[in-house]
Nanobody
Framework: QVHLVESGGGLVQAGGSLRLSCAAS????????MGWFRQAPGKEREFVAA????????YYVDSVKGRFTISRENAKNTVYLQMNSLKPEDTAVYYC?????????????WGQGTQVTVSS
């Protein structure tokens, strides 16, 4: 079974930066469009960003455009999310998975996620 392991979260002040990583345990990683999602307390999981299989195309939800950058390293089966100018409303648990459009297509079960907390 494929596993996804997210890391890189933490506590940061508003305006700060974090870089999240998601490692996938599959040799077919490069075939998939990958995305980041987040779930804030009391809210449903929401789409954040996606990147095509070759990294040539990216897509972001409006609330993070210009602040977040998604990238990938297929040789390492890893997708990244660089988050700059963080805001308290970015506080959530962040997850990765395969995606089509803004919908997770579930290359694997959801991982444990990585907690991002932004203080004001």
């Amino acid at each position: 079974q494929v596993h996804l392991v997210e890391s890189g979260g933490g506590l940061v002040q508003a305006g700060g930066s974090l870089r999240l990583s998601c490692a996938a345990s599959t040799r077919t990683f490069s075939r998939f469009t990958m995305g980041w999602f987040r779930q804030a307390p009391g809210k449903e999981r929401e789409f954040v960003a996606a990147i095509s299989w070759d990294g040539g195309s990216t897509y972001y939800v409006d609330s993070v455009k210009g602040r977040f950058t998604i990238s990938r390293e297929n040789a390492k089966n890893t997708v990244y999310l660089q988050m700059n100018s963080l805001k308290p409303e970015d506080t959530a648990v962040y997850y990765c998975n395969s995606v089509r459009g803004t919908i997770a297509t579930m290359i694997a079960p959801w991982g444990q996620g990585t907690q991002v907390t932004v203080s004001s």
